[in-house]
């Protein structure tokens, strides 16, 4: 497991669970299964655990255990395979929502631009859109819109527009070939920028944000009063959503009309981390990647 990926804030998010050893408890991103091994020793023999991921890699960090039922799927089908698995509330649900660092370090998934392979990104690969039909098919204020708002890349506009004059001669099917090709217009620190563009390509590719707020919206149904709703993030695209979720308990848009009224809501959460919670110094230097995670933690009313 620690060759596949360091579970970030551990003690912290078991802390965060208020765990009940009979209880039911969700992890949407299995993974290397760190946070879920945890878990289960908190667990009693008739506690359960249910666990998503849809990688296919992370079946092989099951441990053997008849409390734990894996689900192969992304966590936006929740409630749909939970209720298949005869689970209709439960007592905790968690979310570690970065990227393992397996992934980072298997050179074909193409999630890296440290290695030379497709341009890929996927996290499932029984979907069909890889990072590679993104740069090729998307129209140019597609690409611009993309990259500012998943990647916050600075000359956003400026990399789309280059992306569609290059595309029509040369292709960008490979890692290699789109930073070479793209290299003229770099912004700053050339790693920091294509981790941005990359970071951008991923979110689009596995429609991450737009999984992350299905997952959210079922958690009101499915979480028992008291239980707890546990996430960690590592981008401040992430964080903006779960701190606006927690705090209203949806996504409804404020148009910022100021003569429309707005019935205010009453949001089904109690927030537990008023601020979030972030790795400790050691944590930092042990695990460099845990550097920008944060860890927000809410009960159910």
């Known amino acids: 497991m ?17 765990i009940k ?55 936006r089908h929740l409630q749909r395979f939970l209720k298949l698995n005869k689970v209709l509330q ?15 370090d298997e050179a074909g998934r193409g999630f890296s631009i440290r290695f030379e392979a497709d341009l890929d ?15 090729t098919a998307y129209s140019e204020e597609r690409l611009h ?13 400026t990399l789309a527009k280059t992306i569609v004059e290059i595309r029509r001669s040369v292709s960008l099917k490979t890692i290699n070939n789109f930073k070479t090709e793209l290299s003229n217009i770099v912004k700053g620190n050339p790693n920091k920028y294509f981790a941005q563009v990359f970071q951008a390509l991923r979110i689009e590719v596995n429609d991450e ?6 997952m959210l919206l079922q958690t009101t149904a499915l979480l028992k009063p008291g239980g707890r709703l546990v ?27 100021p003569f429309e009224q707005h019935e205010e809501k009453k949001t089904p959460f109690k927030i537990i981390t008023k601020k979030p919670i972030i790795p400790s110094k050691e944590e930092q230097q042990l695990n460099s990647r845990s550097r920008s995670a944060k860890l927000r933690v809410a009960e159910k009313n």
Do not use: W
């Open 2 to 18: 620690s060759d596949y990926h360091v579970p970030v804030l551990l003690e912290e998010v078991i802390a965060a669970l208020n």
């Open 21 to 75: 050893p009979e209880g039911v408890y969700v992890d949407c991103t299995f993974g290397g299964g760190g946070h879920s091994k945890e878990l289960l020793k908190h667990l009693g023999d008739t506690g359960k655990l249910i666990v998503f991921d849809q990688d296919e890699d992370a079946r092989q960090n099951l441990p053997v255990d008849q409390r734990v039922v894996f689900i192969p799927h992304n966590f």
């Open 90 to 104: 439960v007592d905790g649900v968690m979310a570690d929502l970065g990227v393992s660092s397996h992934q980072f």
């Open 121 to 135: 990104m996927r996290m499932d690969h029984r979907q069909s859109l890889k990072a590679y039909d993104v740069v």
């Open 145 to 157: 819109k993309m990259f500012e708002k998943y990647g916050e890349v600075t000359n956003a506009k």
């Open 209 to 214: 944000l737009g999984a992350l707020k299905e």
């Open 231 to 257: 996430i960690i993030t590592f981008h401040s695209l992430e964080d903006r959503v779960i701190k606006n979720f927690l705090k209203k308990g949806d996504f409804e848009a404020d148009t910022g009309n």
